[in-house]
């Protein structure tokens, strides 16, 4: 069984901080409204992106989003000015969305719990698609396997961290990563099934 994630992983510490990013920083500790707004601006779209992930739909992206911001604003004298701005900053998106999820641990557990073996998986179908078409997969997994699969193949944590941070044993975060890609794989084979079925001219 192929343990490699399907995407290459966030790197938290890549793309150093620039003088741009510095000067916002520097106005938001300042309590500048400008700055915040630039800030704003500056990772909105990409960060509802990573919101979109995890969410059950865009209003609680959104909401996500806009409880982030403000976790950012409200923490930014701790940024420590090493690595990537950008990546401090997702990483607190990261951590509201668990923090969503928490909110609905019972549901969440059970989820977790069914099925716990682990799943066998083939790789030959999801290897041909990009990682957009990956991304736009994610989206109609079950709860519990997108939360687990955004956490290992996208932003790169290991299953001993997502253990840690979701309250399960490694063995369940393994063998939900699993069942999520065998669930992606059972997705795409439909999707090429439909694809390469013959047209039929409407009676």
């Known amino acids: 069984m192929s343990c490699n994630p399907l995407l290459p992983k ?3 510490h890549s793309e150093p901080m620039t003088s741009e990013e510095q000067n916002i920083i520097e106005g938001c500790l300042n309590g500048k ?3 915040q707004k630039a800030l704003y601006d500056r ?3 990409k960060m509802l992106g990573v919101c979109m992930r995890y969410a059950k739909d ?3 992206a959104e909401d996500m989003l806009q409880e982030g911001f403000i976790k950012v604003f409200h923490n930014i004298g701790k940024f420590k000015n090493d690595g990537s701005f950008e990546g401090w900053v997702r990483r607190i998106m990261v951590f509201t969305a668990i923090n969503y999820f928490k909110h609905r641990i019972r549901k969440f557990q059970e989820d977790l719990d069914q099925e716990g073996a682990d799943a066998s998986y083939d790789d030959e179908i999801i290897d041909k698609i990009s990682a957009k078409e990956i991304i736009a997969l994610v989206q109609h997994l ?3 396997y997108r939360m687990i699969f955004n956490l290992y193949a996208i932003e790169g944590y290991t299953h001993k961290e997502i253990s840690d941070m979701l309250g399960i044993s490694v063995g369940t975060s393994k063998s939900q990563y699993s069942r999520a890609r065998m669930s992606m794989q059972q997705l795409l084979a439909k999707h090429f099934q439909i694809l390469n079925e013959p047209f039929q001219e409407p009676k």
Do not use: K
Request: proline share 7%; no cysteine.
């Open 10 to 12: 966030f790197d938290y």
């Open 33 to 35: 409204r400008s700055s």
């Open 43 to 45: 990772f909105a779209g």
């Open 58 to 60: 865009r209003a609680e």
């Open 142 to 144: 079950p709860e519990g």
